[in-house]
């Protein structure tokens, strides 16, 4: 614990905002600091959408609320310069967001229309990783910092459009 405080005054919970009404109907599953910004965090919904939020200075706010996902969003990442979103969504595609504006950068759909799981950004050069429902390995799209996503088509699997069975033959 900090200094001479006892558990309890460390978890006090003094000043705790709620700035999360917009998500009532549907779950929160993630709520993510930007880097280096105690300020700044998202929080992504299985109603589609992504809240942006600023907690100070003044009261707290809702700063965007990113639309565009047909499915739930399953996870999001911050780029290291939090100048980029991606998420991930159980619809089956990959999203990057600008975050300033709530502007839609580029939309990628899964080659297998899988729902899509989880994502990353690499912390040293801002590539990003995937993971989906299918049974292949997961793929990484390229994002260059300091320029606008360039992002490729995933590469096609061999077991490309095939299911794997829930049984062995």
Request: aromatic content about 6%.
């Amino acid at each position: 614990m900090a200094g001479d405080t006892t558990l309890s005054e460390n978890y006090a919970f003094a000043g705790v905002y709620h700035v999360f009404d917009q998500h009532t109907d549907s779950a929160v599953p993630k709520v993510q600091f930007a880097h280096d910004d105690r300020h700044l965090l998202a929080c992504c919904s299985l109603d589609g959408t992504i809240s942006v939020c600023r907690l100070a200075p003044g009261p707290p706010a809702v700063l965007q609320v990113l639309r565009g996902h047909g499915g739930g969003v399953a996870d999001f990442a911050w780029s290291l310069s939090n100048d980029v979103l991606v998420s991930a969504s159980l619809d089956g595609t990959l999203r990057l967001w600008a975050p300033a504006d709530g502007r839609c950068i580029r939309r990628v759909p899964d080659p297998d229309g899988a729902a899509l799981l989880c994502c990353a950004f690499q912390p040293l050069n801002n590539n990003l990783t995937v993971v989906s429902v299918t049974p292949v390995s997961p793929w990484l799209p390229l994002v260059h910092p300091g320029s606008p996503p360039l992002l490729p088509t995933p590469p096609q699997s061999p077991h490309h459009g095939q299911r794997c069975p829930l049984r062995p033959p």
